[in-house]
């Protein structure tokens, strides 16, 4: 297998790293570097940069208005975004409800919400996971029953990302209770104005409020935006979340982290002398080095795999990406934490928005160390995943 980039290839990396120099903003960016808040309103404006680009739903079908790219060039956008930093696109719409709109919604929902989804002019949030239904997501109570043309809600969500800016929800929502629980649910978009629908903050060790609570009391939401066959919700939700466990690997955000590593490791002094000197240290950036090309090689074999085969449904080695990025993340947290020692203590000091945007970013690393934990959870815990590889890679 050969995993060396082509001419073109290598060309079409110059071409992405020229336009992110161009487009993203140096305090945008500063802030992305140094793991701080960014606003709505910068992130709505930098994807519709990308959008009018051409690139805001660059892995959809062109007739929806995607590129056409190649698995490997849709490799290299993640990677060099990721890398430079800038904001990806809108995981929620763009990488989650769109492909599932686009593959098993009716004409009238793709006119409806595509364009919108690509022009984040609805910004959109995830109601999957539940008080006692996170990895076991099939035993989700929240129940949808159909009145004449409505459906009636009634049930809570938790842990929904930035659900406060959220325009859209698309649900899981138990709709048969008499069948089996993988079998009795379906996937349901809800607008977040609803009379009866409520976001409640959960405030992060951080001071913010990135994830919620959402409860729905009797919200009333038109049948037809039931996506989908009913009862066929438990299929979608499985097709969505193969494809964001792809993208969790997050191969560039790793790359990014540890050559800020070395950087912060030269400049700060262990013993009278620069900590990138100590052995011990060396020994465990290399490490994690290792294992982070290891992983990137990985990842080149799932896409070399895509371009060879096409992607008829998400790869279970996805599942494999997913545990080792989950890992590597939170391998560099620690590691920018033992760089910067007692630094590290943060300031009492709020943001506007809840955030604590006045720490300085040394602090701020102590957060993201805490923040990162969640990573081995979303997108189906390591457990989770391990149980998919031993079932649908080893065949156990």
């Avoid at 009238?108 to 996971?129: A, H, M, T």
Wanted: glycine share 8%.
């Amino acid at each position: 297998m050969d995993l060396a980039f082509t001419k073109e290839e290598q060309a079409f990396r110059e071409e992405v790293r020229t336009f992110l120099r161009a487009n993203v903003l140096p305090d945008t960016r500063r802030k992305l570097v140094e793991g701080r808040h960014v606003s709505k309103d910068e992130m709505v404006a930098w994807w519709r940069i990308l959008n009018k680009k051409g690139w805001g739903v660059s892995h959809w079908p062109k007739v929806y208005g995607g590129t056409g790219w190649t698995s490997v060039q849709h490799y290299i956008f993640t990677e060099e975004l990721q890398s430079y930093p800038a904001q990806p696109p809108l995981a929620f719409g763009v990488s989650m409800v769109g492909p599932v709109i686009y593959t098993f919604g009716n004409e009238e929902q793709k006119k409806k919400y595509l364009p919108r989804i690509g022009n984040v002019d609805d910004w959109w949030c995830q109601g999957f996971s539940e008080p006692g239904s996170g990895s076991d997501l099939a035993s989700l109570k929240t129940k949808a029953e159909r009145k004449g043309d409505k459906w009636i809600i009634n049930g809570q969500k938790t842990w929904t990302t930035l659900a406060q800016h959220a325009d859209m929800i698309f649900c899981l929502c138990r709709t048969d209770p008499s069948a089996k629980k993988q079998m009795g649910i379906s996937f349901i978009v809800c607008s977040m104005k609803s009379k009866g629908l409520t976001v409640r903050p959960i405030q992060t060790i951080d001071g913010g409020t990135e994830v919620n609570e959402v409860f729905f009391d009797d919200v009333e939401v038109p049948y037809e935006n039931l996506i989908g066959e009913e009862n066929k919700g438990w299929d979608y939700a499985k097709f969505l979340l193969g494809n964001e466990r792809t993208g969790l690997a997050r191969v560039g955000l790793s790359k990014e982290r540890l050559r800020r590593i070395r950087d912060l490791a030269s400049k700060m002094d262990s013993g009278g002398k620069p900590l990138i000197q100590d052995a011990a240290f060396r020994e465990k950036l290399t490490a994690c080095e290792i294992e982070l090309k290891a992983l990137e090689l990985t990842q080149l074999r799932v896409v070399a795999a895509e371009g060879k085969h096409g992607k008829v449904k998400p790869n279970p080695a996805s599942s494999v990406l997913k545990i080792k990025g989950s890992q590597i993340q939170q391998t560099t947290t620690e590691l920018l934490m033992e760089v910067i020692g007692p630094l590290a203590a943060p300031y009492d000091v709020h943001g506007h928005d809840g955030s604590n945007e006045a720490m300085e970013w040394t602090a701020q690393i102590a957060t993201n160390y805490f923040n990162n934990r969640k990573v081995s959870i979303y997108g189906g815990s390591d457990e989770i995943q391990r149980n998919i590889i031993a079932k649908a890679v080893l065949g156990l």
